[in-house]
């Protein structure tokens, strides 16, 4: 749900990027008949380690299972109506379901599918539907308890730092999860967040880890839309690294790496596909979480501690079996205010859409 | 008593490392920002401006890294890096010296041509991992408190931002080339008449700012950040221009400029970290205001120290 996510600064930066537009088209290897063609729009570069690579690579895996996927992919589409000409590009060589990978093209896809009823289009974290539009999301609230409680365990100082583009209600969530979960593990520790108000400039992020590191925090973790500067600058400080957005973000750790929270998007991409061709898909939003899929945890890291894996194991179990919830009250905000009072539970729906606080034991200035 | 006492003399020691995380992020933050501002100070001296540093920048971050990734070498990169950013700035030349085109709108345009080329030749290298510029560690010096961390620590660039200001001053004010470009900086008529050739020596001085442009960009893709991002320069060509006007086109001065503006970003993000009670947003403007301060308070010597050739450029007649 990260709908300010990938909102550029510079439209016009994009539009020059797209007068350089990669349009790829794979065939299946075999070249058997064609069953299907597939459209898919990315806001950024599919290999970016991070949202975009996560999507491409769900694509890829969907190609991978059904016979006879064509897939026609466009980078660095802005989120206007070029994208709309990009979708219409698609359309006619053939697309019968299209991907229009960032939430800014929501309303260019509405548009179009209002123009094509018979092509389907699933778009990812939206608040509208169509009759041939669906949208997907992956809750990762609990995998952010989980990640907390490794940091909690493999934390020296006590000190947890976060590194995000911006202060929206769903990375708050993101943030207070992981508190919650590495407070449950270690009474003693502290959360502190940098905002560096941008998506994309590696250089502020690097000099954001080397502040926290400074301050004495040895694990790390961001929101951003790279994971890669945050995790190599921990790499290199000596401090241990949590990863977002796509599980390749390990490729750019070393022995400091936990873990990281990545999509899994091939199975749910799979059976979007399979339903199309089978002409049973319908309008839905699907939101997966810990128990149905869409997301996982990246191998770990030589310095997670194997009770700190059964301690994770144990605690997804109960997660999935809901014995244990995440938002499970009492729970203060850092300014001191009861946000879920005891005996009471808050489910992430509302959170994701509408947190504007931390939980105590979270420092930063978010406003 | 004693609690007082404890309490300042803590005090104490948190604000000096403050003050040590400020200094040392300052100059990581400012060596990129420094190298493309000695760049534009020579290309201005010769009476030019290069609005498409920004692009020089990253075509220098983007073929830096692109090399260093493929040979496994940072200073093979750095070379590529400075080589990139001379072509970039020679194809400004033909456009503003031999075509005689208005400069700013070439530049600009060149800048969002460099945004396009660079996404396209950085696809395949985007989060990729290299092995940058090493953190350095002088010995014994690096221990001294205080100003251990903060000078004797640090990549090869960072090292040389003394070094490189004081040569391209030497260069300007000491050597036969560097009058040569101040001569046609003031005016490409003078310069003909003393048998200069003006464009030659513009298209020298321009490609000579590339180079140290495109070193500028290598240090955010091998030293700083070590990855490649598109975009991942962020506007610090503008405000490299910017620090050469407050710099009063002198290349020492512009350290302090750099410095100042590496500092301010170093600054706002090492308040975040001892979660201190200011909007970041608010300390995100804060290099900015200082920029915009700096030009203010500093403004009126302009007129004196600015190359004549730049007022022409002004008013559109070069």
Same mark, same amino acid.
């Given at each position: 749900?990260?709908?300010?996510?990938y909102?550029?600064?510079?439209?016009?930066?994009s539009?020059?990027a797209a007068?350089?537009l990669l349009t790829t088209?794979?065939?299946?290897?075999?070249?058997?008949?064609?069953?299907?063609?597939v459209g898919a729009l990315h806001v950024g570069s599919v290999?970016?380690?991070?949202?975009n690579?996560?999507m491409h690579?769900?694509l890829?895996?969907?190609?991978?299972?059904?016979?006879?996927?064509?897939l026609i992919e466009a980078e660095n589409v802005p989120e206007s109506a070029d994208a709309e000409r990009v979708m219409e590009n698609m359309i006619?060589?053939?697309a019968?379901l299209v991907f229009p990978q960032s939430f800014g093209y929501l309303?260019p896809a509405?548009?179009v599918?209002?123009?094509?009823?018979?092509?389907?289009f699933e778009h990812p974290?939206?608040?509208?539907?169509?009759?041939?539009?669906?949208?997907?999301?992956?809750?990762?609230?609990?995998?952010?308890?989980?990640?907390?409680?490794?940091?909690?365990?493999?934390?020296?100082?006590?000190?947890?730092?976060?590194?995000?583009?911006?202060?929206?209600?769903?990375?708050?969530?993101?943030?207070?999860?992981?508190?919650?979960?590495?407070?449950?593990?270690?009474?003693?520790?502290?959360?502190?967040?940098?905002?560096?108000?941008?998506?994309?400039?590696?250089?502020?992020?690097?000099?954001?880890?080397?502040?926290?590191?400074?301050?004495?925090?040895?694990?790390?973790?961001?929101?951003?839309?790279?994971?890669?500067?945050?995790?190599?600058?921990?790499?290199?400080?000596?401090?241990?690294?949590?990863?977002?957005?796509?599980?390749?973000?390990?490729?750019?750790?070393?022995?400091?790496?936990?873990?990281?929270?990545?999509?899994?998007?091939?199975?749910?991409?799979?059976?979007?596909?399979?339903?199309?061709?089978?002409?049973?898909?319908?309008?839905?939003?699907?939101?997966?979480?810990?128990?149905?899929?869409?997301?996982?945890?990246?191998?770990?890291?030589?310095?997670?501690?194997?009770?700190?894996?059964?301690?994770?194991?144990?605690?997804?179990?109960?997660?999935?079996?809901?014995?244990?919830?995440?938002?499970?009250?009492?729970?203060?905000?850092?300014?001191?205010?009861?946000?879920?009072?005891?005996?009471?539970?808050?489910?992430?729906?509302?959170?994701?859409?509408?947190?504007?606080?931390?939980?105590?034991?979270?420092?930063?200035?978010?406003? | 008593?004693?609690?007082?006492?404890?309490?300042?003399?803590?005090?104490?020691?948190?604000?000096?490392?403050?003050?040590?995380?400020?200094?040392?992020?300052?100059?990581?933050?400012?060596?990129?920002?420094?190298?493309?501002?000695?760049?534009?100070?020579?290309?201005?001296?010769?009476?030019?401006?290069?609005?498409?540093?920004?692009?020089?920048?990253?075509?220098?971050?983007?073929?830096?890294?692109?090399?260093?990734?493929?040979?496994?070498?940072?200073?093979?990169?750095?070379?590529?890096?400075?080589?990139?950013?001379?072509?970039?700035?020679?194809?400004?030349?033909?456009?503003?010296?031999?075509?005689?085109?208005?400069?700013?709108?070439?530049?600009?345009?060149?800048?969002?041509?460099?945004?396009?080329?660079?996404?396209?030749?950085?696809?395949?290298?985007?989060?990729?991992?290299?092995?940058?510029?090493?953190?350095?560690?002088?010995?014994?010096?690096? @221990?001294?408190?205080?100003?251990?961390?903060?000078?004797?620590?640090?990549?090869?660039?960072?090292?040389?931002?003394?070094?490189?200001?004081?040569?391209?001053?030497?260069?300007?004010?000491?050597?036969?080339?560097?009058?040569?470009?101040?001569?046609?900086?003031?005016?490409?008529?003078?310069?003909?008449?003393?048998?200069?050739?003006?464009?030659?020596?513009?298209?020298?001085?321009?490609?000579?700012?590339?180079?140290?442009?495109?070193?500028?960009?290598?240090?955010?893709?091998?030293?700083?950040?070590?990855?490649?991002?598109? @975009?991942?320069?962020?506007?610090?060509?503008?405000?490299?221009?910017?620090?050469?006007?407050?710099?009063?086109?002198?290349?020492?001065?512009?350290?302090?400029?750099?410095?100042?503006?590496?500092?301010?970003?170093?600054?706002?993000?090492?308040?975040?970290?001892?979660?201190?009670?200011?909007?970041?947003?608010?300390?995100?403007?804060?290099?900015?205001?200082?920029?915009?301060?700096?030009?203010?308070?500093?403004?009126?010597?302009?007129?004196?120290?600015?190359? @004549?050739?730049?007022? @022409?450029?002004?008013?559109?007649?070069?």
């Amino acid at each position: 749900m990260n709908r300010f996510h990938y909102v550029r600064p510079l439209p016009i930066v994009s539009a020059v990027a797209a007068a350089l537009l990669l349009t790829t088209s794979y065939a299946s290897p075999a070249q058997q008949q064609v069953q299907l063609k597939v459209g898919a729009l990315h806001v950024g570069s599919v290999n970016d380690n991070g949202y975009n690579q996560a999507m491409h690579d769900g694509l890829l895996q969907m190609q991978a299972t059904i016979p006879g996927i064509e897939l026609i992919e466009a980078e660095n589409v802005p989120e206007s109506a070029d994208a709309e000409r990009v979708m219409e590009n698609m359309i006619q060589q053939g697309a019968k379901l299209v991907f229009p990978q960032s939430f800014g093209y929501l309303d260019p896809a509405l548009n179009v599918a209002k123009r094509h009823p018979d092509v389907i289009f699933e778009h990812p974290a939206g608040y509208k539907l169509a009759g041939n539009l669906g949208t997907f999301w992956s809750d990762t609230t609990d995998w952010e308890y989980l990640a907390g409680i490794i940091a909690g365990k493999s934390t020296q100082s006590n000190k947890l730092g976060w590194v995000i583009g911006f202060p929206i209600p769903n990375i708050l969530t993101a943030i207070n999860a992981f508190h919650l979960g590495a407070r449950s593990v270690n009474p003693n520790v502290t959360t502190q967040v940098i905002v560096v108000n941008t998506w994309v400039d590696a250089a502020k992020e690097a000099e954001a880890v080397n502040a926290l590191a400074d301050q004495g925090v040895d694990v790390v973790t961001m929101i951003v839309d790279s994971p890669a500067p945050v995790v190599q600058t921990a790499e290199r400080r000596g401090v241990m690294s949590i990863g977002f957005h796509c599980l390749c973000a390990q490729s750019a750790a070393g022995e400091n790496w936990l873990t990281g929270i990545g999509f899994t998007w091939g199975p749910l991409f799979t059976k979007m596909a399979t339903d199309v061709i089978n002409q049973t898909w319908k309008s839905e939003n699907i939101v997966g979480n810990l128990a149905a899929g869409s997301a996982t945890f990246a191998p770990y890291g030589p310095r997670v501690a194997a009770d700190t894996k059964q301690l994770v194991e144990a605690a997804k179990g109960d997660l999935i079996a809901g014995t244990l919830q995440v938002f499970q009250g009492p729970i203060y905000d850092n300014a001191g205010t009861l946000r879920v009072p005891a005996g009471q539970a808050l489910n992430g729906d509302d959170l994701l859409t509408n947190a504007d606080w931390v939980v105590e034991g979270v420092t930063g200035q978010l406003n | 008593m004693s609690s007082v006492l404890f309490a300042q003399v803590q005090r104490a020691v948190t604000s000096t490392s403050l003050l040590q995380g400020l200094a040392a992020g300052a100059i990581r933050s400012g060596t990129s920002v420094l190298f493309a501002s000695l760049g534009e100070v020579i290309v201005e001296r010769a009476g030019m401006v290069n609005l498409g540093l920004e692009g020089c920048m990253l075509t220098g971050a983007c073929f830096g890294f692109v090399v260093a990734f493929r040979t496994g070498n940072p200073f093979l990169g750095l070379i590529a890096a400075a080589l990139a950013g001379g072509l970039f700035n020679l194809l400004l030349g033909y456009l503003v010296v031999t075509r005689r085109a208005n400069q700013l709108a070439s530049g600009l345009t060149l800048l969002f041509l460099a945004l396009g080329l660079t996404s396209l030749v950085g696809w395949d290298y985007v989060g990729k991992k290299i092995d940058g510029l090493s953190l350095i560690r002088v010995p014994v010096l690096s @221990e001294i408190p205080f100003l251990g961390p903060v000078l004797f620590e640090g990549d090869v660039m960072s090292f040389a931002i003394l070094p490189s200001a004081l040569v391209v001053w030497w260069v300007l004010y000491r050597t036969r080339w560097g009058l040569a470009v101040r001569t046609v900086g003031e005016s490409r008529v003078a310069a003909y008449a003393a048998g200069l050739n003006p464009d030659r020596i513009q298209y020298q001085a321009l490609f000579v700012g590339g180079l140290l442009g495109g070193l500028g960009g290598a240090h955010l893709s091998l030293a700083y950040a070590q990855v490649w991002v598109p @975009e991942m320069t962020a506007g610090r060509g503008f405000i490299a221009v910017a620090i050469v006007i407050f710099a009063s086109w002198h290349p020492v001065r512009a350290i302090v400029g750099a410095l100042l503006f590496g500092g301010a970003i170093a600054f706002q993000l090492q308040l975040q970290a001892r979660n201190a009670p200011a909007s970041p947003f608010l300390l995100d403007m804060l290099p900015y205001l200082l920029t915009l301060l700096v030009l203010l308070l500093w403004g009126r010597r302009r007129q004196y120290q600015a190359p @004549e050739g730049l007022w @022409e450029v002004f008013r559109g007649t070069s």
